[in-house]
């Protein structure tokens, strides 16, 4: 845990008691803060005041001894309208914050050189973030991660020097951290997404941009340049006097990282020199995760990572659970869970990623269906739909894709495998990725995937891959 020492002898309130939000409680009381808990959950009423934390709904509370309102990122700070507790906030000229300020802060206290990587970006930013803190842990640094992806930031061990902490930071977090000061930050790329939570795209790119335009002085900002707002960010942040080192995978740069042939390059004053290859390496198979790859590299090297060890913790990477993740072999055919692929734009970067694929697809579909998937159509021999989805998608198909209506995982998978197996293909593929929720049959899409990756180990003859 991170005592949080910045409000010693202060009362802050906590709305939210989730993982993050209990963490703040227990990280504040440790710092000598009073903590005034509350969330609209009764259930999480109760656990904070049985953990002897001071609970009140703070409707009725006087908010004239709070120095500080931390909120969950889960409720919204501004768009489609402030949550009650931030208008109560902002009526008491009390500051509202998340847990990753509550970081920041103890960290310009105590260890300000210690090193931070901060990441964010609408795609890639789970797998860049567990790569990056694999890349650091093989290279021998003491390596804590958390924040969006795993553990709660307040729940790591302290900022110290020497020890690196790797944080996974969505739009809502970096809104809550009006004093975000990575040693290095990364912008992976920016598409449309929260809209309903930040109003326009441009207001979104703005909160994503934030990230690496407060990188501290002497760091170094690493922006993907693949999209406008990107290229756009960059810019300002580069006049701004800061380090950038820019990231593409679809053009050449005259200055920056990219990506060629499955080698990543630096370039610099004309000059190229080969950083490492992800040739061969399947838990970063694709384009998307060349993008991923390249900022990583970009992220250890600035923190004084060899191009060895960097090379050695690139090949030893197995991946993220539900994420293109290589569960086994049988045969020549490969069993591909990428089960985190619950919309259309997700699935098409693990479709682009394979020939000769047998895909399983569906479960609750999402707005615009499968259609703008029919560029990738030519590389699926045959489909198996599951879900609520499954006639929906199969109008899509039909005509263009063999398919059936398996109707769920335990029918597809066997199925599937043996069709595979009696293609006679090189290198065909089995790929749960189902471009839909998985509300309709299962909890959450982790639950998906793990089914699929019980149902692929209890075949006969498949060996996981290593």
């Not at 908010?63 to 402030?82: E, R």
């Not at 009526?91 to 914050?97: D, K, Q, S, T």
């Not at 740069?253 to 004053?269: N, P, S």
């Not at 089995?430 to 839909?436: E, F, I, K, R, T």
Request: glycine share 10%; aromatic share 6%.
């Amino acid at each position: 845990m991170i005592p949080v020492t910045s409000f010693a002898g202060k009362t802050v309130a906590v709305f939210g008691l989730g993982g993050s939000g209990l963490a703040c409680c227990h990280a504040l009381k440790a710092g000598g803060a009073e903590v005034v808990a509350c969330d609209d959950s009764i259930d999480r009423m109760v656990e904070a005041a049985q953990a002897n934390f001071i609970t009140a709904d703070l409707r009725s509370v006087s908010w004239a001894s709070f120095a500080a309102l931390v909120l969950t990122p889960g409720v919204p700070l501004t768009h489609p309208a402030p949550h009650w507790t931030v208008l109560k906030a902002r009526e008491a000229g009390v500051e509202v914050i998340g847990d990753i300020e509550l970081f920041c802060r103890e960290r310009r206290r105590h260890a300000p050189d210690a090193p931070f990587v901060a990441i964010t970006g609408t795609n890639g930013k789970s797998t860049t973030t567990a790569l990056i803190a694999h890349l650091m842990r093989e290279a021998g640094y003491d390596t804590q991660m958390g924040g969006n992806i795993g553990t709660a930031i307040l729940s790591l061990q302290p900022p110290r020097a020497g020890r690196v902490h790797v944080i996974e930071m969505s739009s809502y977090q970096i809104d809550l951290t009006p004093s975000l000061d990575p040693s290095v930050g990364i912008l992976l790329n920016v598409t449309e997404d929260h809209i309903d939570r930040h109003g326009t795209l441009a207001h979104y790119a703005e909160v994503k941009e934030r990230l690496v335009a407060g990188v501290q002085p002497g760091g170094t900002a690493i922006v993907g340049v693949d999209d406008g707002f990107g290229r756009a960010a960059a810019d300002r942040i580069e006049q701004a006097g800061r380090r950038v080192v820019r990231i593409s995978v679809k053009q050449p740069l005259a200055d920056g990282i990219t990506v060629e042939h499955e080698t990543v390059l630096r370039a610099a004053g004309g000059a190229r020199s080969e950083i490492a290859r992800i040739g061969g390496i399947g838990s970063l198979r694709g384009l998307h995760n060349a993008q991923n790859a390249a900022a990583a590299a970009a992220a250890v090297l600035a923190l004084g990572v060899s191009a060895e060890a960097l090379q050695k913790g690139l090949r030893s990477f197995p991946g993220l659970a539900h994420r293109m993740e290589q569960v086994g072999r049988q045969g020549a055919t490969l069993f591909v869970n990428d089960s985190k692929g619950t919309n259309a734009d997700a699935t098409a970067k693990a479709l682009a990623s394979f020939n000769d694929i047998f895909w399983i697809a569906g479960g609750k579909p999402k707005t615009g269906g499968i259609e703008s998937l029919a560029e990738f159509f030519p590389r699926i021999r045959k489909a198996y739909l599951i879900g609520e989805a499954a006639k929906e998608f199969a109008a899509t198909l039909e005509g263009r894709v063999p398919y059936e209506i398996s109707e769920a995982l335990d029918k597809a998978v066997p199925v599937a495998a043996a069709d595979a197996a009696a293609s006679g293909l090189a290198e065909p593929v089995v790929l749960l990725s189902p471009a839909c929720a998985s509300f309709d049959q299962y909890r959450n899409f982790e639950i998906r995937g793990t089914k699929f990756r019980d149902l692929v180990t209890a075949l006969p003859d498949v060996k996981p891959v290593v």
